[in-house]
């Protein structure tokens, strides 16, 4: 079993920063298996961010130039900074992890963007 926990999110204003954390812990094999995903109110949930084991990220066209993420292995964590909110930001954003293997989700942590 694998367990995710976000932290983070938050109210925030245009323009402003925030960091994402997800902890994991269980039986993670590869922290570079793990992602963020978000999913905003009436939309289908969408990959954000990702970082392959050689450190090769994606990034959603969207976020490109305003979020990284970042990794400690050490600590089983993975993290979001996401700079230049804008409200099309807002969403409820998700820790995941899958390696080969079933699908993991954290409980998601809520990112509000004001105007």
């Known amino acids: 079993q694998v367990q995710l926990v976000e932290s983070g999110g938050g109210l925030v204003q245009a323009g402003e920063s925030l960091r994402l954390s997800c902890a994991a812990s269980?039986?993670?094999?590869?922290?570079?298996?793990m992602d963020w995903y978000r999913q905003a109110p009436g939309k289908q949930r969408e990959l954000v961010a990702s970082?392959?084991?050689?450190?090769?990220?994606n990034y959603a066209n969207s976020v490109k130039g305003r979020f990284t993420i970042s990794r400690d292995g050490a600590k089983k964590t993975v993290y979001l900074q996401m700079n230049s909110l804008r409200p099309e930001d807002t969403a409820v954003y998700y820790c995941h992890y899958n390696n080969d293997g079933p699908d993991y989700w954290g409980q998601g942590t809520q990112v509000t963007v004001s105007s």
């Open positions: 269980g039986s993670i094999l590869s922290i570079s298996s």
């Open positions: 970082k392959g084991r050689f450190g090769r990220t």
